[in-house]
């Protein structure tokens, strides 16, 4: 069982930027693909992006592309998500999720279903 635990969210103004993290334990963190996730409010929860288990591959929905990275550090059994330039519609809640079955493309790894454990979340506020 992999327990996934966000955190470095926060309030920040348009423009500026967080960094958050997500640490693994109770699994094999790099065994498994991890992404990225986030939900506004009265929105359903939508892909950000994922990391291959090297790292060396990513991918990002086109909202964020240019703007947010993700990277890992398997010796630290943690993912991150670095958020630059923000702004007002990148609130939300914004949760990390791991994937241990690699079927498909890995694009297609911007489908919740393709994940089997997720965090519980982190605020990101991005005032205007």
């Known amino acids: 069982q992999v327990q996934l635990v966000e955190s470095g969210g926060g309030l920040v103004q348009a423009g500026g930027s967080l960094r958050l993290s997500c640490a693994a334990s109770?699994?094999?963190?790099?065994?498994?693909?991890m992404g990225w996730f986030r939900q506004a409010p009265g929105k359903e929860r939508e892909f950000v992006a994922v990391?291959?288990?090297?790292?060396?591959?990513?991918y990002y929905a086109d909202s964020v592309k240019g703007r947010f990275t993700i990277s890992r550090d398997n010796a630290k059994n943690t993912v991150y998500l670095q958020m630059n330039s923000l702004k007002p519609e990148d609130t939300a809640v914004y949760y990390c999720a791991a994937a241990q079955t690699f079927l498909g493309p890995f694009g297609s790894y911007k489908e919740q279903h393709k994940y089997d454990y997720w965090g519980q979340g982190t605020q990101v506020t991005v005032s205007s």
């Open positions: 109770g699994g094999t963190f790099s065994s498994a693909f």
């Open positions: 990391i291959n288990r090297s790292g060396g591959i990513t």
